[in-house]
C-alpha cells in the first residue's frame, strides 16, 4: 500500500467522522428539544400527575424514548422546567425593565410571574413539585431544588437591584433579607392562589398581583387599624 495514500486517508476519514458526530449530536438536541415541548403540551392537556407512559403516548411515542432522552420523570421534570423557568425569568426581567419606579417594577414582576403560571397551572406544579415513586426521586428533587433555586436567587436580584439604587447607602442589611423574603411571599400567596377553586371570592390575576404588591411594600398594617367609621 502506498504510504502518502495512507496518510491522505487518515485526516479524511476523521474529518468524515466529525462530521456524523456533529450530525448525531445536532439530531438528538433537536429531538430532545421536540420532546421537551410535546411533553409540555401533554402535561398542560392531561395534568401534573400524568405518567410518563401517558406522556408518550400523547407525544406520539414509546415511554423508553423518554427514558433515554431524560433518564426518568424526574429528569424529564428538570428538562422542562429549564425551558419554563427561563422562559419566566426573560418575561419577568422584561417587565422590570419597562417600570419607572421600584413599586411599578414589583407589579410588573409579580404580574408576569402570576400571568406565566396562570398560562399552565399544571405545567408549573410539574416543574416545581418533586415526582413520587421515582428510583431516582432524591436524585431528581435535589435537581430540581436547584433549578428553582438558581430561578429564585435571580428574581431576588432583580427585586434588590432598583431597591439598593432607591434606598441608597447603609440598607444593605436591609437589601440582603427583604428580596428573598419577598421571593417566599409571592410564590406562596401565588401557588395558594393558582390552587384555589374559582369563586366570586377569589380575586383576578390583576387583582392579586396588586395585593401581593401592596403586601410588599406597606404590609397588612392598613388591614390591622381599628375600623374608626361611626
Known sequence: MNNSQTKASGPAASSSADGRSARWQSHREE?????IKSARLAVHAL?????????????????????RY????????????????????????????SAQTPREGLLAMVSAYLQMAETSPNVYTFVTRPSAGEPDGHQG???????????????????ATPMRAHLGDGKEAVIGYWPTAAIGLVRNAGERWLSTPGSPAKPDQEAMARQITAWLCVGIASELEPDKSP
Open 47 to 67: 395534568g401534573s400527575d400524568a405518567s410518563m407512559e401517558e406522556i408518550a403516548t400523547a407525544a406520539g411515542t414509546s415511554k423508553s424514548v423518554f427514558y
Open 141 to 159: 428533587s435535589a435537581a430540581i431544588s436547584g433549578a428553582l433555586g438558581h430561578f429564585f436567587d435571580s428574581i431576588a436580584e432583580m427585586i
Open 31 to 35: 429531538r430532545r428539544r421536540e420532546l
Open 70 to 97: 431524560f433518564g426518568d420523570k424526574a429528569g424529564l421534570q428538570q428538562a422542562v422546567g429549564e425551558v419554563v423557568l427561563s422562559q419566566m425569568q426573560r418575561r419577568i426581567r422584561e417587565a422590570a425593565q
